[in-house]
């Protein structure tokens, strides 16, 4: 910052917080990058470093030394290994894993939590890519949740982004997820046709119930297959959607009282536990002892599994698949009680199907 900013802290704001105090004296920055910049040294209280949970007591003179507004955040380029379906001069398709970022937040600052993400990895590997997502998001043309793995395509030009922007609007494209949800689904398949808004009270769900914000959101879903087991019903579902919304099938399994296991943030179970053990008629000497078994996936068991469009150049029909990653397979043995059996579905090992046909 080219000038050291001083204020003085009125008696009206003594009892307050630093850092609290700090945020309604600058504007536009969180109370966050006010931590940060107290961490960095760039706050200094009477000439002196302080907590950020100091209390003010009024008529203290406070020296922001640092810039309070940080620089615009761009991607950087990292070696992270990267598992590409399909690639040629115009597009990639990524099978992301789970635990991986699309691309950094435009809120967050340059530590670790703008690292590590698939834009990173896709700079390292191809150099160049599409500029039309700006410079957090350079060749992304749609988005998975960070728990969510599977397949997505990502531009390496502008004249691609654009192409494949029009096909994602005008639902030219089809995406297939596979998904493992709570409880047994009554119907063998059905369609969810129900807008999808941002949760006026919980700003980091989505919500089902009518918004005058809502957009519309529409899946297919198809059981695939349905688990009795000692942990409980569940069934495993294959989900075609129409629609791209924030969070689609997330919301839309849980509207139907069916959440995505592992998705805490829609309701389902931190952790399963073993029914049969709970509930076996011991003591309770007996049951401290044996404490009956649990599962926690760690991850919302929703994979992106298949990938069909129209190669937007070259005009042939892309067919992409990415099987069930080797976590989500080892969950439905563990669930099933099975130990050492053959997979449940193609696992990472098999080769993913990539099919180029007119």
Known sequence: MDEIRTIVVPSEAAGQRLDQFLATQLEGVSRSRVQLLMEQGDVLVNGEREKASLKLRGGESIKVTGEPHPAPLKAMAEDIPLHVIFEDA???????????????????????????????????????????????????V???????????????????????????????????YVALVQGAVERQKGTINANVARDPVRRTRMTAHPQDNSRTAVSHYEVVRRFDTRFGKFTLVRVRIETGRTHQIRVHMASLGHPVVGDTLYGASAQLTDLVAAQAPTSKAARRKSDPERLRLGRNFLHAAELEFTHP???????????????LEEFLRRLEGVKGAEPLAPTRSSPAIAKMRK
Request: charged share 25%.
């Open 90 to 140: 115009n597009l990639a398709v990524i099978d992301k894993p789970a635990g991986m970022m699309v691309h950094a937040g435009s809120g967050q600052n340059e530590d670790a939590r703008s690292r590590g993400t698939l834009v990173n990895a896709l700079l390292f590997r191809f150099k160049k890519l599409s500029a039309s997502g700006g410079d957090l998001r350079p060749g992304i």
């Open 142 to 176: 749609h988005r998975l949740d960070k728990n969510t793995s599977g397949l997505i395509v990502v531009a390496k030009n502008d004249r691609t982004h654009v192409a494949l922007g029009e096909m994602f609007s005008s639902r030219q494209m089809k995406k297939t």
């Open 313 to 327: 150049v070259t005009g042939k029909l892309l067919s992409l698949t990415a099987p069930l990653p080797d976590e």
